[in-house]
Every structure is written in C-alpha cells, then in structure tokens.
C-alpha cells in the first residue's frame, strides 16, 4: 500500500473521506477548501500542468469525475478546449513508473453539454494515455448497475454512463 495518495479535484465527503482512513491524501482543486480534517492536505492549484509535482513523483493518484469539467468556465478555470486533455497529459507525467491512477468520468455518446460537462468515449480516455497502460475497466451503465471488466466498445453506445478506468506506467 502506498504510505499517500494524490487526488485531484475527486468529492472530499466520498471517495476522500474513505480514503484517509488509510491513509494521508493530499488533494488538489482550483478551488480553495478549507479542511481541518487529519490526514488531509490541500493545495490550490490549476491541474492542467500539475507543475508542484516532479515528473513519475506520484505513485497513487485520483481523479473522479473531475476532467469533463475542464475549460469549461464553470469552476472557475478559463475556458479551454483543450483543458481536459492537458490534464490528462499531466496526470500522465507525474505518475510514477509502477504507480497507480485511478480515474473516472462520464462515458457514452461523446458530446460537450453546454455548461456542465463533457462525455467522453471510452477510446478517447484510452487515446489520451498512450504512455499508461489499462489494468483494468468497469463501467456503470445507462441502467444503473454497474459492470466490472466492461467493454469500451458497448460503453461508448451509451447515453450516460460512467467509465472506471485503473492505469500503471511501466517501469522504465
């Protein structure tokens, strides 16, 4: 087990709060949280770079449901196209050979709803990782349930679901 965990822009009173009974999180956001929780640190950050952290640093790393809000203007941050894929680009630098990226975002039809999110197909969060490899995929279907070892392929004909995806960066 990892003695920390990085997470980026993932709910503090879900998967953090479940977290930090195992173990210290450090979270980022563009937002400012004011936390007096043990266990958890903050920093205010744009993600897009990452730059506070050393290229293959980080050896557990999170983002739920985070990256389909990017450029959007919503939080804040500046509208960007490109937001989503430069996060994308920095969680891939700063993950550590042999580390751990665990990473979710809604999965379907592929589109950009107007103030609130993207959707993403499957292939393109595969594409936007070439230098990851996939450990595993589930989803959660436009039903409901959800469905552990998924296949990218039916979930990109989904409306809405959400797409689970566990990465690791080979060891060079």
């Known amino acids: 087990m990892p003695e920390q ?3 980026i822009g993932s709910r503090i009173d879900g998967f953090i709060t479940h977290l930090l ?4 999180v450090t979270v980022v956001d563009i937002r400012p949280i004011q936390s007096t929780v043990g266990g958890l640190t903050f ?3 744009d993600a897009t770079e990452l730059a506070g952290f050393r290229t293959g640093s980080v050896n557990s790393l999170s ?3 985070v990256a389909e809000h990017f450029g959007l203007g919503r939080y804040s941050d500046p509208v960007d196209p490109d937001a989503c894929f ?3 680009r920095a969680l891939e630098r700063v993950l550590a050979p042999n580390g751990r990226l665990y990473f979710s975002v809604p999965c379907g039809r592929e589109r950009v ?3 609130a999110h993207r959707v993403f197909a ?3 969060i595969l594409d936007s990782f070439p230098g990851l490899q996939l450990v595993s995929f589930s989803a959660v279907g436009d039903d409901g349930n959800f469905y552990e070892d ?3 392929v039916a979930v990109a004909k989904y409306e809405l679901g959400c797409g689970l995806f566990e990465f690791t960066k080979a060891n060079d």
Do not use: G, Y
């Open 21 to 24: 009974v195992f173990m210290p």
């Open 63 to 65: 983002s739920l449901h």
């Open 86 to 88: 430069k996060f994308m």
């Open 113 to 115: 709803e107007f103030n």
């Open 43 to 45: 920093i205010q950050d």
């Open 122 to 124: 499957p292939q393109t």
């Open 150 to 152: 998924a296949d990218p």
């Open 5 to 7: 965990h990085i997470d």
